[in-house]
């Protein structure tokens, strides 16, 4: 049976553990060793992605990964009656721990109970939240699963991410002429004036309601007193309508032509890349149905919510797997505000131990 003391345990001690975005080694050992104990075969792919895999046919991944965004060093839980928060100087951890914690309290439960069971694969991901890198490396060939539940979403279990939008990432350097800026300013070519001409021209902020666009990032300059040389800045959009998308790749390499054509003398060069693409559900994928039946059984309706942001999802379906992504019971993520209701993830444990018995 799924046992709230050593489930909130293991969470709290899962989130002491330090796991920044490519420093998740000490947390792949912790979980390696767990998963040893439960007896999986544990192999880690080039990437270092965890990989737990045990006998049987037709496999089910049960999938969570193991990174955190900053601040999130030196997390100090606090538990509170129903709410779990950290101290508020850091960022909880239960995106995604709380999915970990979920999953291997599901493993520990069905291994007690003995009841037979579905066999798993279990795969710990590393960085997901710098553009699910760990799932686009995973080692696919190491991978014998067609479906997989994805415990990585906001709020309770039953919230499943319905859609899922194309994310593209862009970065441009802006290359103008310096000159003492006292002296002989007319020499010079400004880079931080064009390149705030173009920030300024670009789209900003929700564009509509499956659209987004942002310049997160700049840098440049190197003195008070010289004009700039150089600028570089990057930014990202996002939407879950294709022609969107399409049109402002467009749109941002119109505005930077236009810059172009206006200050020929300097360089402006821009870079779009495809981070991860769309997907929409679709309610008859055999393990969307499984995941849906199994919340019945726990009298929860479905609440199917388009999402804004990726998932390792978004990376595994492109590699053939059809994925769920469902709640994991965490709460205002990537804030020092996170917090993970008890509750909820109990109900994200009994739902991952149920995917994995479905005739019990
Ligand atoms: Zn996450």
New binding site residues.
Partial sequence: MINQERLVNAFCELVKIDSPSDEEEDVARHLTDRLVGLGFSVARDTHGNVIASEDGDNPLMLSA?MDTVEPGRSIKPQVDGDIIRSDGTTILGG??KAGVAAIMEALESAKEDGSPRRPVQVVFTRG??IGLVGAANLDYSMIHCKEAVVF?GNGPVNTITGASPTYMKFDVTVTGRGAHAGVEPEKGISAIRIASEIINDLPNGRLDEESTFNVGLISGGTVRNAVPVEVTFGGEFRSRNTETVDLLGLQVRETMNRARAKYHEATIKEELEMMFQMYTLDPNEPVVRLVTDMLKTMDMLPNIKPSGGG?DANAMRLNGIDCIVVGMATNE?HTVNEYVVVPDLMATARLCQRVMTPNQ
């Fill in positions: 990964h995106d995604c997901e939240e990585d998932t993520m």
